[in-house]
């Protein structure tokens, strides 16, 4: 939306220096000739009268000479804040254009405003289809349908529809066509707001926050210092702390604290997964979380998200294969459609699409192990 505000402006702009800009330069060097026509009759009529001694006239002149100046000055120091003036209204109009922009999907009067259910969530695509508007990609009668509680990730070559599945789930977007159920019920049915409430996701880019370590943390739900501590150790930050010779009320990023912590990405993908064990959620969404990694603590955090307590039904894009190995089903996902569908076992006695990924993964990990150079 912005992008597209802005070419539209640049355009704008143009088009009048196309029209005006000749006129422009030539007021413009007309101006600039004339002024120093003047400072230079000046400067001459100075000398002439020094030069006969008319010094009272000399005065005159070198008032006159620098009064023009002051007053280039000032009329140039007067324009300028006129244009910054106008040039800034022309932001604010189009930042309040921005804010007032209504999203349909927040406000959509047709919803019945239900509210998710507590435990783990069942999710279907149901005959989905769905495109982005000037774009040839598309969700194509798209069928999956998750059991509560089940483990699933979706896998895939880059460009294929994956992290769209996950954003249609949380309805940033809707589907043209078809339908997406959550417990057996349309995702448009419930309030917009409670359904993202109970949806807990860490993305490979996440956000942290000017706030202490455990309001970091706690920002999807309130728990209690032991619960934190637990929640800290559990998935590996209790290092960060350590190193750091810090505790969880430290600041984090140094935007207001001289002694806050900077973290790195990897660490920063940990402090995202953490989140998502503060509270209890219907469905978690793991989008590309663990990226920045190191492989032992990405091993870790596999374990941590597949582990048998993680009882909500869970959603893993990824790209590593080696870390989806256990979990309940691998959907393989070309185009916007499935292409196949199985255990990790199951896929690779196939020697379909995931095989050949997962071998080629593999090849390049025994490559890079016996010219560790590379």
Known sequence: YIFKNYDKMSGKKISILKKSGLKFFLWSALGDIVYRVIMIAIILIIAYNIYTGNIIGSATYMTIMLSIEKLDEYLYDLF???KSGDRLGMHGEKIREFFSVISKIETNESSQNTKPTSGAFSVEFKNAFFTYPNSDFKINNFNLYINPGEKVAIVGRNGVGKSTLVKLLMRFYDVDNGSI???GIDIKSYDVNELRSRIGA??????IYAMSFSDNIGLYGSADDN?????VKKTGLSSVLEKNH???TTEVTKEFDENGIELSGGEIQKMAIARLFTRDFGLLIFDEPSSDLDPLSEYEMTKLILDGSNLTTTIIVAHRLSTIRNVDRIIVVDNGSIKETGTHDELMLLHGE???MFTKQAENYLDNAKNPST
């Not at 860490?202 to 956000?207: D, G, H, P, R, W």
């Open 227 to 231: 619960t934190l501590e637990y929640i």
């Open 181 to 183: 159920r959550i417990n």
């Open 354 to 356: 995931y095989y050949e």
């Open 80 to 82: 300028e804040m006129i």
């Open 202 to 207: 860490a993305f490979q880019n996440s956000n």
């Open 246 to 248: 810090a505790d969880i």
